[in-house]
């Protein structure tokens, strides 16, 4: 079965306690349920992480390269100051699509900046929890027509 890593960065663990008009009201834990579901009806097996960590978020990367066929990543914050995580991205040669619950162009300068997207399929911003569900829509559908390599060298 295709396998998807959905990894999830720094502070994403608070979700659900603060900054709902920016975020949304749901916990980590119940998007991690929604995305579940989604993948079962997408047909895909998923393994759902979370680290404040970068380096374990870089280790997560590279079992992956053993494991899963894809990766979609909400960085966080590291988003917009990675170059390791854009290198593990890059390294690991799965196709990679990045998330984010907020408009991230619409709010402050410093998050209009991705390291990762570059090395991404692509970017889903600004639909709340309803991007994990676009972007494992997506990364099922590249999969499929093996149009899944990363987009820059
Ligand atoms: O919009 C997103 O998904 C972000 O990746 C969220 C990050 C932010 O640094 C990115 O620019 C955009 C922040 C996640 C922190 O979430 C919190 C939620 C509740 C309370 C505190 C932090």
């Not at 720094?10 to 995305?35: F, H, K, M, V």
């Not at 709010?107 to 209009?112: A, L, M």
């Not at 399929?121 to 994990?132: L, T």
Request: aromatic share 6%.
């Amino acid at each position: 079965m295709t396998s998807v890593l959905i990894l999830n960065g720094p502070n994403l663990n608070l979700l659900g306690t603060r900054q709902p008009e920016i975020y949304g009201s749901q916990t980590l834990d119940q998007i991690s349920a929604s995305c579940r579901v989604w993948a079962s009806d997408t047909g895909l097996e998923v393994e759902i992480r979370q680290s404040n960590s970068e380096s374990e978020l870089v280790e997560a990367i590279h079992r992956a390269m053993n494991c899963h066929d894809g990766i979609i990543i909400n960085a966080a914050a590291y988003t917009h100051t990675s170059i390791a995580l854009r290198d593990a991205v890059q390294g690991s040669g799965l196709p990679c699509i990045e998330v984010h619950l907020s408009n991230v162009y619409a709010r402050e300068s410093f998050r209009h900046t991705s390291f990762i997207a570059p090395v991404a399929v692509g970017v889903i911003c600004g639909f709340g929890s309803i991007g994990y569900r676009l972007a494992l829509l997506a990364m099922q559908s590249l999969l499929n027509s093996g149009e899944s390599k990363p987009s820059a060298s």
